[in-house]
Nanobody, 128 residues
Framework: QVTLAESGGGLVPPGGSLKLSCEAS????????MGWFRQAPGKDREFVAA????????YYAGPVQGRFVISRDNDKNTISLQMNSLQSDDTAVYYC?????????????????????WGQGTQVTVSA
């Protein structure tokens, strides 16, 4: 069992930056590859980024490639999402996800695990 808690959301103007964090507790954090998903109003939840247990391999969704950076600190049981050059389309609730099955490919991590773990989400609003 893993408990995830996101933080760092807020209101930011277009072109601004924000850093989200997700702290894990309750299980061996480094056993899990981790990801970020987001859900905008009226839209399905979508993949944002994922990172392997070591932090050495990452994937990004096309719309955030080059603007967002995912990282993890296994000593602190946290992952982060540095978001730069934010746009109004980035407005969404951002969720941290712990994958519970193996495999590492873009198609694999772009779909969350049905038995995976979620945080409660943190709201990011990009607006002037």
């Amino acid at each position: 069992q893993v408990t995830l808690a996101e933080s760092g959301g807020g209101l930011v103007p277009p072109g601004g930056s924000l850093k989200l964090s997700c702290e894990a507790s309750g299980a061996k954090f480094r056993d899990y590859k981790m990801g970020w998903f987001r859900q905008a109003p009226g839209k399905d939840r979508e993949f944002v980024a994922a990172v392997t247990w070591s932090g050495r391999n990452v994937y990004y969704a096309g719309p955030v490639q080059g603007r967002f950076v995912i990282s993890r600190d296994n000593d602190k049981n946290t992952i982060s999402l540095q978001m730069n050059s934010l746009q109004s389309d980035d407005t969404a609730v951002y969720y941290c996800h712990a994958y519970t099955t193996s495999g590492w490919s873009f198609d694999r991590v772009a779909t969350p695990d049905a038995a995976g773990y979620w945080g409660q989400g943190t709201q990011v609003t990009v607006s002037a």
